[in-house]
């Protein structure tokens, strides 16, 4: 009876310590990761990009199915190459840095696709409104290290971003690419 309860207690243990690997999840290396997004402005691209985000995950391609990420961008750290556009997105009518500060990214589940690719799907909540969003994304281990890379669309109309004159499509765009790079590191 004793050596029966050791047997499952070690089983137990095993497979706590195995489940463990996503659990203790990653810490994101934020110097080697960036989140970008391209809008166009009377046709012309325009890139900008997030300065300061941070990242709580859980991703192992092994156990995909039990994965998690959540992200969160700080909006006063957007950075578009004039300094007067940066000023101008972060005006109630583009970002409203002031009543938003924060992006969020929840995810809600992670698929292997066909070809060794995966696809996040889940929650984006930009200037206080939320949408389902998917995105294809490559996981690809170096070292310790997993590398999470990827790219959607969104509209920016869908989240309230860009009022008065700037909703018209014809002068700026309503689609907009984000594409992220994450470089995430085993917690310690």
Avoid: C, H
């Avoid at 859980?58 to 961008?73: F, G, Q, Y």
């Amino acid at each position: 009876m004793l050596k029966r309860w050791l047997w499952q207690s070690a089983a137990v243990l095993g497979f706590g310590l195995a489940a463990l690997g996503v659990q203790a999840g990653q810490a994101l290396a934020p110097e080697q990761s960036e989140i970008t997004f391209v809008g166009k402005q009377m046709g012309a691209s325009a890139q900008g990009r997030f300065q300061k985000f941070t990242a709580d995950a859980a991703l192992d391609p092994a156990a995909i199915d039990k994965s998690r990420i959540r992200v969160v961008i700080d909006m006063n750290s957007v950075a578009l190459p004039a300094s007067d556009f940066t000023t101008e997105v972060k005006r109630k009518r583009w970002f409203d840095t002031a009543g938003f500060p924060e992006a969020t990214f929840e995810s809600k589940q992670f698929r292997k696709l066909d070809g060794g690719a995966y696809q996040v799907d889940g929650i984006l909540t930009l200037k206080g409104v939320s949408r389902d969003i998917s995105a294809p994304l490559s996981l690809k281990t170096e070292g310790s290290d997993l590398l999470a890379e990827g790219q959607f669309e969104i509209k920016r109309l869908d989240f309230n971003v860009g009022d008065g004159q700037w909703a018209d499509t014809d002068t700026v765009a309503n689609e907009v690419q984000i594409k992220f790079k994450l470089r995430l590191k085993p917690r310690p």
